[in-house]
């Protein structure tokens, strides 16, 4: 198998540091994950290419994602950076890179770090470009300034409590795919009542419930575990399939309860 495409579910690395990091990659692997998401800013790109080369598996059949900071986005910092992610991981060219947050009021011009991107893939530094954090009017700017079809996706925090529709109907109507991050609001989502009795019909977690949901709905998901329990949890959500009236319940359950809003956060769509 190449993945040539987005695997549908994948492994957030962030906070995966150390050897027990190291482990719980190696693990994740074992159960059958193959996208590992990892950024110059989670301190985790030297394990994710440790737990790679240690797997035994080939090149091609392990999708990595790497994101360049909002620090190095200039430049003088960029293509350099993407270099030596490149080198911490131990490959040639990784196959997704995205910019991990638009620069904070403009500090480095957009069209400079958005050139410097699509150069980083004309380079073969990256087989994929693609963005984070990213409302509507970025997206729009982007494809007025490298067109529509450069983009792979745009990582953006959803899971049932932060639906962002509006962010949602604008991706779907330029035909952009959209990675939910931070899915499980970081293991917050287990405590729903709705879910709850969702996931105890299908006999799974809640977590599985909530995976198979994002991904119906058209998202590449990249949940984040430290146990064999809950990784083995996570990836059965492969598996899971729920029918119209559940889809359409667990729409319901969109709050805007958004976890991740720091203060270089652009304006959100919703
Ligand atoms: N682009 C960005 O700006 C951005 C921002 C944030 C995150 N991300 C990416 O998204 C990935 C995922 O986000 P995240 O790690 O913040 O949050 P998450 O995947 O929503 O949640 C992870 C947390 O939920 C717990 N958990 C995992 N599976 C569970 C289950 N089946 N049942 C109950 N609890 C469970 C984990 O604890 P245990 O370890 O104990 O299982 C962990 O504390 C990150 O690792 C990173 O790669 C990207």
Known sequence: MTTNTIPKL??????????????ALLKAIEIGYRHLDTAQSYGTEQNVGEAMRRSGLKRGDLFVTTKVADTRLDKAQFMPSVRASLDTIGVDQVDLLLIHWPSHRDAVPFEDYMTALVEAQQKGYARLIGVSNYPAALLEKTVALIGKDKLATNQ??????????????????????????????????????????????????????????????????????????NLRANFAAGTVSLDAAEMAEIRTLDRGYRRIDPEKSPAWDD
Do not use: C, W
């Not at 957030?12 to 482990?23: H, P, S």
């Not at 959803?158 to 509006?166: G, M, N, S, T």
């Not at 977690?205 to 575990?225: C, D, W």
């Open 156 to 229: 953006v925090e959803i899971h049932p409590h932060l639906q962002a529709p509006k962010l949602v109907d604008h991706a779907r109507r330029i035909g952009l795919p959209l990675t939910a991050y931070q899915p499980l609001a970081k293991g917050e989502i287990a405590n729903d009542p709705v879910l709850k009795r969702i996931a105890e019909n299908h006999g799974v977690t809640v977590a599985a419930v909530a995976l198979a949901f994002l991904m119906a709905e058209g998202h590449y998901v990249i949940p984040a575990s430290g146990s064999e329990t």
């Open 10 to 23: 994948g492994l957030g690395t962030y906070g995966r540091t150390g050897d027990e990091g190291l482990a």
